[in-house]
């Protein structure tokens, strides 16, 4: 949630309506796995890599990447017009 900009969520959810057993959230959990504790979250390959997986799905970040937002680029345009006062650091106060 406190990711600025676009995130891609897929929700794994059993059909509890289908199947009433108890074994539907254990068989999900037996065909997923976590991704590896030394998965660089940075490398676009590498989280390519582990989404083409469909043998056993990984959970976690595959890929994050930060950048400035839509709003901030027009903000930055916007000060540069003179439209917006300067920006100032939270450091400074």
């Known amino acids: 949630m406190a990711h600025e900009g676009f995130s891609y969520l897929h929700i794994l959810s059993p059909c509890v309506t289908f199947d009433k057993t108890s074994m539907t959230y254990k ?19 590498a989280a390519m890599t582990q989404a083409r997986d469909t043998d056993a799905p990984a ?15 027009l903000d930055d345009i916007a000060r540069a017009a ?10 400074a106060e």
């Open 59 to 73: 959970l976690g970040v595959f890929y994050k990447e930060s950048r400035p937002t839509l709003s901030d680029n």
């Open 82 to 91: 003179g439209a917006l006062e300067p920006q100032t650091s939270q450091a």
């Open 27 to 45: 068989n999900l959990g037996m065909m997923v796995r976590d991704l590896l504790e030394d998965h660089d979250s940075t490398d676009l390959i």
